[in-house]
């Protein structure tokens, strides 16, 4: 129940070739993959502390992750979990020998050598399924109240392969990619509030066990449950897309104007109204305006096994070919992860320069972080200038 991958995998393809191989009971095998493009690399996405689309099941990437071969920048070769221990090969567990030094190549941006190889946790495939969305036709905070607590509750029954809650831009992008029409039009017509719920079972007994359950809580929180035809999105009523990532024609996400960004921390579900209302004033006063016409909003992916906590992303779309655009969006990305800080939601990833404030705010933990990026990398060489720490880093915010 594991497979081994070099940096060429592509999600498609590590997803394909897991389905050739059963397990007890016959059960083919699936990766668990980020609801991102079919074309990327799955071990960069997990290398950069990524989160699967089914991490209310199997928890967070990294989490995942069981071997991993470096190569250090001096030229040494690293391995680390139970292979770094001779003869014990691919089991099933994160560790090798302890203390555990793994973690500290995990979301650092390649500083400290390069993946060349790890083994990932497999998990079986379930022949019977279905894909739903509940949207909510309340008003915005009341709909987003809704949404999490029936996340919550979800969660908390254990039921659901996948949850992810999502917002007008990606919907409206959704159904224009479909209809071939301008999402901007389209936003009138979508929710604010949507969650997607995948629910898996080995019998269709099963299946139906889980659906009655889902009914349950989603009527109890005023969302509507459809089928994703029934809201015109029939390409979505297949799982695959959200199991082996999207395809780039026909997707769901497109590239509308440019591209899409997002900027996420992880936080306890109960938070992120609070969050999201002042996320919704840095939207009206520096990103958009009409603010009716910005295609931002929350998404919140996972959450944890037992909503213990989830994913909370904004996400924006701009043209990069427009300087003013991206002069705002800078200015944009600046603030909400300061608004994140501010509400102790450790960010996801050090992403779009944040790395740069954020980092110098640790304390003893950033001395020990330069001090090791010195001893590890002294002349600099791996990725240098992309999080503040090594010996000669420019930045005014950054050591000396
Ligand atoms: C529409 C959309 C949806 C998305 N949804 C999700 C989602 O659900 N979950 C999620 O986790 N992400 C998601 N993403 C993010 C995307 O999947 C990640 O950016 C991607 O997984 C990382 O790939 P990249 O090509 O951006 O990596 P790169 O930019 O190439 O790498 C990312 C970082 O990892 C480092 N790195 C890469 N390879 C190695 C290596 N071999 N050794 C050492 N360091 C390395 C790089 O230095 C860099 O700092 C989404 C993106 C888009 C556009």
């Known amino acids: 129940m594991t497979a081994t991958i070099q940096p060429h995998v592509r ?3 590590l997803w394909l070739e897991a389905q050739k191989v059963s397990t007890v009971g016959g059960l083919t095998l699936k990766p668990a993959l980020p609801l991102s493009f079919a074309s990327v690399s799955v071990l960069s996405n997990y290398v950069s502390r990524g989160g699967a689309g089914w991490i209310v099941k199997y928890g967070w990437d990294a989490e995942l992750i069981i071997n991993m071969t470096w190569v250090l920048p001096n030229g040494e070769i690293l391995k680390t979990g139970p292979a770094g221990i001779p003869n014990v090969g691919n089991v099933g567990i994160q560790y090798g020998p302890g203390p555990d030094i793994a ?8 500083n400290f050598g390069i993946c060349t190889e790890m083994t990932i946790k497999l998990f079986p ?3 019977y399924e279905k894909v739903f969305l509940a949207p909510s036709f309340a008003e915005e905070e009341q709909g987003l109240e809704d949404v999490i607590n029936a996340m919550y509750e979800l969660a908390q029954e254990d ?3 996948l949850t992810y809650k ?5 919907m409206s992008i959704t159904l224009g990619g479909l209809t071939d029409s301008d999402p901007v039009t ?3 017509a979508t929710q604010k509030h949507s969650l997607i719920i995948i629910i898996q079972g080995l019998t269709q007994e099963e299946l139906e066990f889980k659906e009655k359950i889902v009914t349950e809580i989603t009527q109890k929180n005023n969302l509507s449950l459809v089928e994703p035809e029934a809201m015109g999105m029939g390409d979505m009523a297949s799982p695959m897309p959200f199991k082996a990532g999207f395809e780039v024609k026909g997707n769901y996400v497109a590239g509308y104007l440019g591209a899409f960004q997002f900027l996420a921390g992880i936080v306890k579900l109960d938070k992120i109204p609070q969050i999201n209302k002042e996320y919704n004033k840095l939207v009206a006063r520096f990103w958009k305006d009409p603010v009716e016409k910005a295609m931002s909003g929350c998404s919140i992916q996972g959450p944890s096994p037992f909503a213990r906590c989830g994913t909370y992303e904004l996400d924006w779309w701009w043209d990069h070919g427009d300087p003013e655009a991206v ?3 800078t200015e944009m990305v600046r603030k909400t992860g300061e608004l994140l800080l501010k509400h102790g939601v450790p960010l996801f990833r050090n992403m779009h320069g944040l790395g740069e404030f954020y980092l110098p705010q640790w304390g003893i933990y950033y001395e020990i972080l330069n001090n090791l990026k010195v001893i590890m990398d002294p002349e600099s060489i791996m990725n240098p200038d992309i999080i503040p720490i ?4 420019v930045s005014e915010n950054s050591k000396e």
């Open 186 to 188: 389209l936003l009138s």
């Open 103 to 110: 973690g500290m190549f995990i979301n650092a941006d390649g």
């Open 11 to 13: 999600l498609r393809s």
């Open 327 to 329: 002069k705002r969006a």
């Open 125 to 127: 495939e379930h022949q």
């Open 166 to 170: 999502t917002h007008h831009g990606p």
């Open 390 to 393: 090594g010996k000669d880093y």
């Open 159 to 161: 039921i659901c392969g």
